[in-house]
């Protein structure tokens, strides 16, 4: 971690484009959430109005789904050695950068920091502050 190279300045526009298109996306979800809600609590059952809100609510929630897997938001390419950081681990810990990765039959840890390493369906359960193809520092919220 001693020869990380510093790469925050060249990512900041990424991190800073990944973040507000995901706040985006979550504000699109709870939107439908509540909505969907509303209309589960107020709504008559037998009304058009309910079928047509459930049918909206439907396609909205779809073309979020469809947005997030396919690509709206940008991409985490390495400033340092243009790798995908979002697709998966190299040799060094996304978290904290450190080259001590454990992998076993539950998932992939990091022995420095601790951090489990884990993908589900949902997508990564961690945070990437370094790139973990070249060690390069890229952010230090992480995105």
């Known amino acids: 971690m001693s020869d990380t190279k510093d790469f ?10 990944f ?23 107020f709504g008559d059952t037998r009304s058009d109005m309910v079928f047509y809100g459930l049918l909206g609510t439907f396609f909205v929630s779809l073309i979020t789904l469809i947005a997030m897997r396919m690509g709206w938001l940008p991409t985490l390419a390495c400033p ?9 681990l190299g040799g060094f810990c996304p978290e904290c950068g450190g080259s001590e990765l454990k992998k076993n ?5 990091c022995n420095a920091c601790g951090r489990s390493l884990d993908r589900s369906k949902y997508g990564r359960q961690y945070k990437v502050r370094f790139c973990s193809y070249c060690d390069a520092h890229v952010d230090d919220e992480g995105v």
Do not use: H, N, P, Y
């Not at 925050?8 to 484009?17: L, P, S, T, V």
């Not at 973040?19 to 809600?37: D, E, Q």
């Not at 039959?105 to 840890?109: I, R």
């Open 8 to 17: 925050r300045e060249q990512f900041k526009g990424i991190a800073d484009e």
């Open 80 to 88: 340092a050695c243009q790798s995908d950081m979002d697709l998966g």
């Open 19 to 41: 973040r507000r298109r995901k706040r985006k996306l979550k504000w699109i979800a709870g939107s439908v959430m509540l909505f969907l809600g509303l209309v589960a609590i």
């Open 105 to 109: 039959l539950l998932g992939t840890k």
